[in-house]
Each structure stands twice: as C-alpha cells, then as structure tokens.
C-alpha cells in the first residue's frame, strides 16, 4: 500500500494565456481509492487527460505504473483503464458487440469472465440506446476494466444515477478496489468520497489545496466544530456566547455554537443548563463535513 502507482510532479498544462494546471503534485498509492475533488474549472478533467495521455503537458512529470502516457502510449493502454463522464457509443450498437469492438482493441480474444463478473448476459443483445443510465454506467465500468488495468480512472461515475443504482456502483468500486486495482476517481458527490476514498485531493485553481484522509482533509483548515444543544426548559437563550463557544444559529429547537475547546465549552454550557434547574435533552457534537471544509477552501482562495 505504500507504493506509488501515480505520480504527478509540478504539473502545467495551458491554454494559450490561460494556466488551467499549474505546478500540481499529486501522489497516488497502489490499492488505493483517491478521490479529486475541485469546483468547475479547476484543473481536475485537464489533469486526467493528461494522465490519460489524451493532452500533452506543458512541464512537469507524469508516471503512471511506470509509464510515461506522452512516451509509453502502447504500454499505458494495457495498464490503464478509463471511464468518462462524457463515455458514450452509438445508440445503435449491441452491447456484446462494444464489448467484444473494446475487447479486439486491447488483444482480447474472448471476455466471458468479464461478461459473467459483470452479469450482463442478458443485456449481451441489446442496443445501447436502448440501455437505462444505471446500465450504460454498469457496461462503462466493464469496459474501462476489461484489459485487467493496475489503474482505473472514474470521471463522475455516479452522475444522474438513482439511489439504488449509485449503491450498485459503489460495491463494484469496492470491490475492484479489493482486487488491488488502484481508483482515481473524479467526483462531486461529498457522500461517495466519504464512503469510498482512502485520501483526497482538492485542487483549485489548478494548485493542490490540500491533500490526505477525510478526516485530515476535514481537520486541516477552520478548527472550529459544532455544537448543538437543546434543553427541555429552553434555559440557554439564542445569540448568547458561552465561554469560547460562539453562538450561530437557532435550528429546529437547536441551539448551535461554534468552539475550538470542545471540552471546556460543553463543561461550562452543561454547568449552565443544571444552574438553572433544566435537563439536557439532545446533545450533538460535530466536526465540519467534507463538503464544509471544501466550501471553506474555496472560498478562501476566491476570497
């Protein structure tokens, strides 16, 4: 797990004037799920064509198991499997027949085990304009998988998808994950970075903002948390500070402060609520969310 599978090394990628990637580091370890992040415009589609070998860099390296994707196309192919956002293929197309056209351009002579891994035998004969969301995904996966890749690149895999078919894909991530294939996966979706990365990257502005676990990530800027407090008097009254806690908003029948000493804020709200004679009925401590400290780091740089 320790080894790197990719590596991304001051990175620049332009567009005449325009810098869409600028000195970007990015380091991915086999086995790993690692999730890019950034707003629109950020420099995270540049950076897998890049890695793709799709855009030719302007400085900086690229390796990706072993291979450099301007120099290594050939040996990248076969080590490298892709599933874009955009993926599509003629409306008029048997599945059986893409699979077997994607099969034939990597080698393949044959790819039931495929077929049969991804059980879609039944879909073998019919056109792929005639396929639901959930399995036109279903069939990208398999064919960005079907040359047994070390490295597979998922450029939001469960955009549009409903709740059933996200969960689908999800345990087919996790499971190519504990086959030891290595997942770059490009999402907006904060539940599904929560769920399925090992570390993330938030890129803006074509720099990387921050780099590590969910929870580095969420540690790693405003230290603040949350705390959400409701009594069954109403002793505590709304936009009083306590102590360090900062008073933030009424809630639901919730109270809520923001403070960097959890532990002698709720001692001195707990001391607070019992002096004047109530109880506590619910209370809730909580860290930011992914999505709070990306919307923090975002706002920070256009800020």
Sequence with gaps: MDESIILIKGLVKRYGSFTAVNGLDIE??????FGILGP?????????????????SDGGKIRVAGCDPEADERKLRNKLGVQLQSSSLP?????GEAISLIGAWHGLSECSKLI??????????????????????HLHLALALINNPDVV???EPTAGLDVQSRAQLHEEILSIKSQGITVLLATHDMAEVEKLCDR????????LAVCGTTEQVKSAGNKQTSIRLRTNKGSLLPGTNIGEAKFIKTKEGYL????EDIESSILEMLKKVKDAGDTIEDLRVERPTIEERFLELVEGVEN
């Design 116 to 137: 049969k891994k991804f059980r879609i035998e039944n879909l073998l004969k019919k056109q792929y304009g005639k396929l639901s969301t959930g399995q036109k995904r």
């Design 91 to 95: 409306d008029s197309i048997l599945v």
């Design 40 to 56: 629109n415009g950020a420099g995270k589609t540049t950076t897998l064509e890049c890695l793709e070998g799709i855009r030719k």
């Design 200 to 207: 993330i990257a938030i890129i803006i502005h074509g720099r």
């Design 28 to 33: 991915v370890k086999k086995g790993e799920v």
């Design 256 to 259: 809520e402060w923001k403070s």
């Design 153 to 155: 690149v998922l450029d």
